[in-house]
Each structure stands twice: as structure tokens, then as C-alpha cells.
């Protein structure tokens, strides 16, 4: 995989025209419910009991259980599309990595925006390493292809990290390698990011489970995006949610 991710960065391919299909088959209530459901969750400050409240008050008739697994389900499947159909971002990367607690241990939020601050990526992790940070960096790399520099913390795993990118870059003829930066002013704008996602997600008091954490911050980041106008501008912010199922 990260050799095609490699390979991907190098070509600074966008997966632009790939996108996950997103089935509602064999479920028990209409598409846009689920999606309503999804996107209320991800986008605003309620629990899962609250917004089995708020479906009654709109006539359906859903418990908190099956909202969860809505989330777990579709929130993952509608990143993979968010990731590919975003507007360009800058090739200027800030990233750094933020603490989630998860079972009542901390994991670790890794992210990346740009220098104008749009979101250019996102990955959960249990570990904070070197094997983390380059799975990172590559996923992020395949995505949004080859940056100029990148903006890092003075964090020994992801300047390894990204050593290891440019190694395998070199390797398939890659041009100039990777520049890394730490200046640490240069890396407010995504220290400033992360509150806005860590705001979403204090009231939850914690997740149960890491699947549930990664599928409901990667449901939480494309609300975000969609936010900053990364899709589609001007348009209803639930309706660029449910286009990324289309």
C-alpha cells in the first residue's frame, strides 16, 4: 500500500474520479432519514439519546443503538468521498497530532491542513510512532499528491516519518524531496483546528470502542469541511453531506 501511495504522490494523480458507492440496501429507513440522522450527530454538539429525540419529534421512530451503527457505518464510506471530491488545497501542509481518549486510554488524532487552513487529511492511531506517522503521511500523500513543504512539530516520529516518505519517493524518481519545517507560529492554524473538532467531541465523554471513535471523527471532519467550504460553496450543508452518497 505504500508503495502505491509512493507511486500515486509521485504522478500527483487525484482520485478524482473514483468514488465509493455507497449502498442503503436491505435498511430499514429511507436514505435521506439515515443521512439526516448522520449528519445531525457529526455536525452538532448531541448525543445519541438527544437525537432519538429530535427523530421522534420529526415522526421517526429510531432508537439510539441503530443511530450509532448509522454513524459507524456511513461515516467512513462518505469520508472516503469528501477525501477524493474537495476543492485543491495548497501545497504548504501543517500537521500535527491531537490526544482522544478512547476505553478511557489516550489514542492519537493525527491531521493535516493547509497554510489557508482547509483540511487536507485525518487518521486515527493507537500509536504515536514512526510506522503511524508514515502511514499517515503517505494516506495524506496519495490524496492530495506531493506538498512543498510540510509543517511539523519537533516530534522525533514524524520527522522519521517523513525521512521515510522521501526515501521511497527517491526510490521511484520522485523530484526534490519533502521539506520539513518546524517552525512552531506556522503550526497555530492546525492547533487552532483541532478545537473545533475536540469541542464536537468533549460532550461524548469518551468512546467505547476505537472503530466507533475513528467512524464518528471521520463523520465530525467532513462536517468540518463541508464548514469551510471545501465542496460544494453556496450549496445547503446537508445536501453536500448527502451528495457524498450519491
Known amino acids: 500500500m505504500m508503495v502505491l501511495a509512493c507511486r500515486s504522490a509521485i504522478r500527483r494523480k487525484q482520485d478524482d474520479h473514483v468514488h465509493k458507492m455507497i449502498t442503503f440496501k436491505g435498511a430499514h429507513f429511507p436514505k435521506e432519514v439515515i443521512l439526516f440522522a448522520v449528519f445531525f450527530y457529526v455536525r452538532y454538539t448531541v448525543s445519541y439519546r438527544d437525537l432519538e429525540e429530535i427523530m421522534a419529534e420529526r415522526g421517526v421512530a429510531v432508537d439510539h443503538v441503530t443511530l ?43 491531521r493535516a491542513v493547509d497554510k489557508l487552513g482547509k483540511t487536507l487529511d485525518f487518521m486515527l492511531s493507537k500509536r504515536r510512532n514512526k510506522a503511524a506517522a508514515t502511514k499517515f503521511f503517505a494516506q495524506a500523500l496519495e490524496v492530495n499528491g506531493l506538498p512543498q513543504k510540510i509543517v511539523i512539530n519537533r516530534s522525533g516520529a514524524n520527522t522519521a516519518g ?70 460544494t460553496p453556496g450549496v445547503c450543508p446537508f445536501a453536500q453531506f448527502a451528495a457524498l452518497a450519491a
Open 68 to 110: 450509532n451503527r448509522w454513524v459507524a457505518k456511513y461515516s467512513p464510506l462518505i469520508a472516503i468521498n469528501a477525501r477524493s471530491r474537495k476543492t485543491p488545497t495548497e501545497r504548504s501542509w501543517r500537521m500535527d497530532e491531537t490526544y482522544i481518549k478512547v476505553k478511557g486510554e489516550w489514542v492519537y488524532l493525527y
Open 162 to 231: 517523513i525521512n521515510a516518505v522521501n526515501r521511497m519517493l527517491k526510490c521511484f524518481g520522485g523530484p526534490i524531496p519533502i521539506e520539513m519545517v518546524r517552525i512552531k507560529y506556522l503550526n497555530n492554524i492546525v492547533e487552532q483546528d483541532h478545537r473545533t473538532i475536540k469541542k464536537r467531541i468533549r460532550p461524548m465523554l469518551g468512546f467505547k470502542s476505537f472503530v466507533s471513535a475513528s467512524a464518528t471523527l471521520e463523520g465530525i471532519e467532513v462536517a468540518n469541511m463541508i464548514r469551510k467550504g471545501q465542496l
